[in-house]
């Protein structure tokens, strides 16, 4: 039979687990979104045809992302964080 202190330890382990886990997924993620920006931002430089209209559209759409992003990561990181303290 486990006492209670086990299943602390084994909590702490599941947390410690899904931090690393959205850690690396979020540094994977700002990634694969800094190297698709770079690669848009390359694209609409040449494109002749484009006015300006549809590259501000390109840049203001990148920054949506990229906002949208850092929400999700601040969101994640402060409830991971509330659970990790409520067991502490």
């Known amino acids: 039979m486990m006492n209670m202190t086990d299943h602390n330890n084994l909590f702490k382990q599941m947390v410690d687990y899904q931090m690393n886990l959205m850690n690396n997924s979020l540094n994977a993620m700002g990634i694969f979104q800094s190297r698709s920006e770079k690669a848009i931002e390359l694209f609409t430089n040449q494109m002749n045809w484009a006015t300006e209209k549809w590259k501000g ?17 601040k969101v994640v990181e402060d409830n991971l964080s509330k659970i990790q303290s409520s067991k502490e």
């Not at 390109?58 to 990561?73: H, L, M, R, S």
């Open 57 to 73: 559209a390109i840049v203001d759409w990148n920054k949506a992302c990229q906002t949208g992003a850092e929400n999700f990561k």
